[in-house]
């Protein structure tokens, strides 16, 4: 069973549809009981970093993320409230990762970064494979995530190199929407899954 | 690098396509879904719905077409015609949408931009403008292109923005059906003064009309619907063409 962590995330419909159409069972669900007895947990995210943290706050889930040791797959927000900090209303994060969230700098193109934009992996991990080195995945965010030693895939635009895949321990998490990516997207979610 | 986006827009009544489309292979051409699918897998990037549906029950039925579009895509959508609140994005939102497109709705109450952004952000939000030339510049049209509201269309478009809009969707009424190509003046104009993603929309009829306006830079994005619909161009002919051209575009 997989648990959609239920804190008002606007793509929450979109990733339970994705998981739909791989088969896989998941529920929706704030209740740390229940987040306890799934297989894996996803955190969802569309939204500005402070509402969402003080979602997951009112919520009891802050502490409990920093503590889970289950599989654990954030999706685009979800990524970024990983981090320490957030440029974005000057937001303390989860601070699972070392650095802060950064808006895309001035670079003359235009912010959000919205659209396909290819991924460059930069290490190995069990959630993509080869074929995936070039692709293009859909990316829609105006804040992005640092490179470092937990990033497994990057992505360049507006003169700034960042964070399209991490990993670290038990986490996994995309900037980009996998839910929206087409078939790139299903094989991370599928990746996943079997983990 | 980010690829440019090609974007089929379905107009939607009642559930269902309202143009005739003429696809090889489709059990029913007058499904939105079974379109919707069909262009997800021949490599559209993203698809926008415009629902024109006029009755009382236009918000559920609205709203059904985007459940039933989100359980079925796996590429991201837009739904615009008659968002007038954050009650009904929400709706359509809530049921699997991407993004909403306010037009008339945002001319005549501009408050609802920023209503729109602080509820769900300003990438769930498209300013969708119909303008049209008046010689030394171009006002603001509304209600499918038939009332002239007589403000300026470029001053709309950067109001919009700092309001909150999150992407342009600029179709020139001028250009909108002729197939004689986009409207490069007007992108052209428009270009400077946005600074979220603008997609180009109203006169393609031709790969070159694409190639055009992305070579120029005039736009992130390109919209078509008859084109797509009755055969004319096929998504994957368009995208070899333009990458042939160096234009960075997904694969098909």
Redesign the interface.
């Known amino acids: 069973m997989t648990a959609l962590i239920d804190y008002g995330a ?2 929450t ?2 990733v339970g ?2 998981l ?2 791989l088969g896989a069972a998941w529920m929706l669900t704030a209740d740390l009981d229940e987040l306890a007895s799934a297989d894996r947990v996803i955190l969802p995210g ?3 970093a402070a509402s969402a943290m003080a979602a997951l706050r009112e919520r009891g889930l802050v502490d409990w993320l920093r503590a889970t040791r289950q599989p654990l797959l954030g999706v685009c927000l979800g990524l970024q409230l990983l981090y320490e900090h957030s440029e974005e209303s000057n937001t303390a994060c989860l601070g699972l990762l070392p650095g802060t969230v950064r808006r895309f700098p001035d670079a003359g193109v ?9 991924l460059r992996l930069t290490a190995p991990t069990a959630f993509l494979d080869e074929t995936m080195d070039g692709a ?1 995945a ?1 990316f ?3 804040y992005a995530a640092p490179v470092g030693p937990e990033t497994r895939a990057t992505c ?2 507006a003169d700034l190199t960042f964070s399209a895949v991490i990993e670290r321990d038990n986490i996994v998490a995309t900037q980009f ?1 996998p ?5 790139v ?2 094989t991370i979610l599928q990746n996943f899954l079997t983990r | ?3 440019r ?1 090609i974007i089929p827009c379905l107009d939607v009544c009642d559930g269902r396509t309202v143009k005739g489309v003429n696809f090889v292979g489709l059990r029913d051409a007058g499904d939105p879904v079974e379109l919707a699918v069909r262009y ?1 897998a021949e490599g559209a ?1 993203e698809l926008v719905f415009l629902d024109i549906t006029a009755t009382v029950e236009k918000r559920q039925t609205v709203t059904d077409l985007a459940l039933r579009v ?2 079925a895509l ?3 959508f837009t739904v615009g015609g008659g968002i007038g609140s954050v009650e009904d994005a929400a709706s359509v ?4 949408a ?1 993004k909403v497109a306010v037009n008339s709705s945002a001319v005549a109450r501009p408050v609802l931009i920023r209503e729109l952004a602080e509820a ?5 939000v498209v300013l969708s403008v119909d303008a049209k030339s008046n010689g030394d510049g171009w006002t603001v049209m509304t209600h499918g292109g038939r009332t002239d509201t007589g403000r300026d269309a470029l001053d709309w478009i950067a109001e919009a923005q700092d309001a909150g809009a ?2 342009v969707l600029l179709t020139s009424v001028d250009a909108d059906g002729t197939q004689t190509g986009f409207d490069t003046a007007l992108l052209a104009a428009a270009r400077p003064r ?5 997609i180009a929309s109203g006169g393609a009829g031709a790969p070159g009309h694409f190639a055009e306006v992305f070579a120029a830079n005039l736009a ?2 390109a919209l078509a619907a008859s084109l797509f619909h009755y055969g004319t161009l096929a998504i994957p002919d368009l995208k070899a063409i333009l990458a042939a051209q160096s234009i960075p575009v ?2 098909c």
């Open positions: 606007g793509n419909r979109s549809n994705a739909d159409r569309v939204g500005a235009p912010v959000p970064h919205m659209g396909w934009n290819t293009h859909y829609v965010h105006t360049h635009y929407h839910e929206k990516s087409a078939g997207g299903a | 690098m980010l690829a986006r997800a990037d989100g359980r796996d590429i991201p939102l809530g049921a699997g991407d769900f952000g300003s990438q769930a999150g992407e946005v600074r979220v993603p603008l992130d994005a997904r694969p």
